[in-house]
């Protein structure tokens, strides 16, 4: 199995700089130093409430399987399922914020969900089961899965199947607020062999893409109109930052045949082309307008690193951003930049990839063993 892995990855993509990665994960293994307890949670340190989100959990589940983590893996699942999702994961989605409340009390301090987190949950889950052979993991996911599509997807005038961002909170007689970074192609692909329901989505999720994005730069929120129209959002306008990055990330490690990823990627060239031309992301774009301002963090360089690997003529850039993360290092404890930074640098390292069909493919060496 393992064998069969490591050939499909090697047929993946083409070979990047440096893409000969041992056992060992340096970077995962000091994000679990900084930012993860000794019980299983992903701590974001800056905020005083020393939260966790379960963003942070899910997060955390798939690095874990994506550098074999066999143990880490369960006890994150274990901390994620007796605080966030009541001690059953089969039947609660998991609150998406825990931390220290007014009076010093440890709990789930916003019980809604966030389904960009549960959809990593229920995908590292599902490719947890499939790659170590765990039918448990399996069973799980799919009762995940099946509770993301009863609670949190909606059919929208125009549009048809659409994720929410969460349960409560994201539609009224406007319309329904949709953030594209909580659409990963990888996974929708994925979750289409479990239930066709999910290919619709993604196949919608390609439309979206393409048609909020109309200037080559993807908005962090965007309001579905009852008229089936797409609108700025009411919070966020047209701007495009710090969640919006995670667009380009996702779209950067799409499998070379999946579907419409050379359109997908065409799309967004002014993006890779901004990058490029001004020696790193910027922090803030005006998705209408195209006006960018600001210099993106680090992490924003890592998350670009797929996109600028496999976007024609963009070479520089990519070299650009790599001696970046070198001479700059991302401070340990800055939760988002570092989870940006596993994503995009393990990519760029060849520690994973990802079929067409959206199944996970580690790297691990017939060496690797527990």
Known sequence: MRRLVLLLLALALPTVAGAAPTCAWPAWERFKTALVSGDGRVIAPSDARLITTSEGQSYGLFFALVNNDRATFAQLLRWTTNNLAQGDLARHLPAWLWGRDAQGQWQVLDANNASDADLWIAYSLLEAGRLWQAPGYTQLGQHLL???AAQTLRKLPGLGVMLLPADHGFEDAQGWRLNLSYLPLQ????FAQVDPLWGELAGNT??????ASAKGFAPDWLLWTAAGTIAPDPQHGNTGAYDAIRVYLWLGMLAKDAAQR???QHHFAPMVALTVRNGQPPETVDVRSGQASGAGPGGFSAALLPLLAVAPDAGPGLRAQRLRLQEQ?????????????LFGQG???????????????PAWSASCTD
């Open 146 to 148: 099946w509770r993301i």
């Open 187 to 190: 996974l929708l692909d994925r």
């Open 206 to 211: 390609r439309r979206l893409l393409r048609e």
């Open 262 to 264: 050379v359109e997908l």
């Open 329 to 341: 290092a991302i401070e340990p404890r800055a939760y988002y930049n570092q989870v940006l930074a």
């Open 347 to 361: 990519w760029d390292e060849a520690r994973y990839r990802f079929d067409k069909a959206g199944r996970l493919l």
